[in-house]
């Protein structure tokens, strides 16, 4: 079946660093990414995706390239803010799972000023 | 534009009690989902439906119920309430697609505690 890994949390960074979460997945067919945003308080909200290989998604300063030679999806940010602490989830979406997500356990970033 | 809506945002059940979260959206999505978000355990899909009138199961429907009698509207029915049901529940929604594939809408959350 399908699964996302991600990079275990929590991650603590001060304001202005580089941040990169891992994610990788294993999926039957060719699946869409996606990376979700969850700031506390609040439901899940879509950051950025990809559909096929090699696609770059992006958003807000944050990245992440679909890989599919390595399986894998990082989301970085090359600066980040105080404002982006939150919980972040990888995400795939298989064209062969009928409109079934499937997540990763998220990872919790604190950015400190 | 409401988007996902979910009531209560908030509900303390005792043991035993039944309840039903709602869920209903506005923009004419035919997928809909309920998870359940508990620490550690990211999000596991209870139910979902591709239509009004078609349900199944997903990795954790012990426990609820669902039924889509319209494309709106998605209720989850808690049947009889255990303190292993204390949870975030997120109802989401998204239209069909295959390659281009669009992302999920989530409503806000239902904080579910059962004493």
């Known amino acids: 079946g399908n699964s996302v890994t991600q990079m275990e949390g929590p991650v603590t960074l001060s304001e202005e660093a580089f941040l990169t979460i891992n994610c990788t997945y294993t999926a039957t067919g060719y699946p869409s990414l996606f990376w979700y945003v969850q700031y506390p308080g609040e439901g899940l909200q879509l950051l950025l995706k990809a559909t096929k290989a090699d696609d770059k998604g992006s958003n807000k300063g944050f990245e992440a390239t679909y890989r599919k030679e390595t399986t894998s999806f990082h989301l970085e940010k090359g600066s980040v803010q105080v404002s982006d602490s939150a919980v972040y989830f990888c995400a795939l979406l298989s064209n062969t799972n009928a409109g079934k997500s499937t997540f990763g356990d998220g990872t919790t970033l604190t950015v400190k000023p | 534009n409401a988007g996902v809506t979910q009531t209560p945002k908030f509900q303390v059940l005792k043991t035993g009690q039944s309840m039903t979260l709602q869920c209903a959206q506005d923009?004419?999505?035919?997928?809909m989902s309920w998870y359940r978000q508990d620490p550690g355990m990211g999000l596991r899909l209870i139910h979902y439906s591709v239509g009004a009138g078609i349900t199944d199961q997903g990795e954790v429907p012990n426990g609820y119920n669902v039924s889509r009698s319209t494309t709106e509207d998605f209720p989850l029915r808690l049947l009889s309430a255990a303190p292993s049901q204390t949870s975030v529940y997120f109802c989401?929604?998204?239209?069909?697609?295959?390659?281009?594939?669009?992302?999920?809408?989530f409503g806000q959350g239902t904080r579910l505690t059962v004493v």
């Open positions: 989401a929604s998204s239209p069909p697609g295959a390659r281009e594939s669009t992302e999920a809408f």
């Open positions: 923009m004419n999505h035919e997928y």
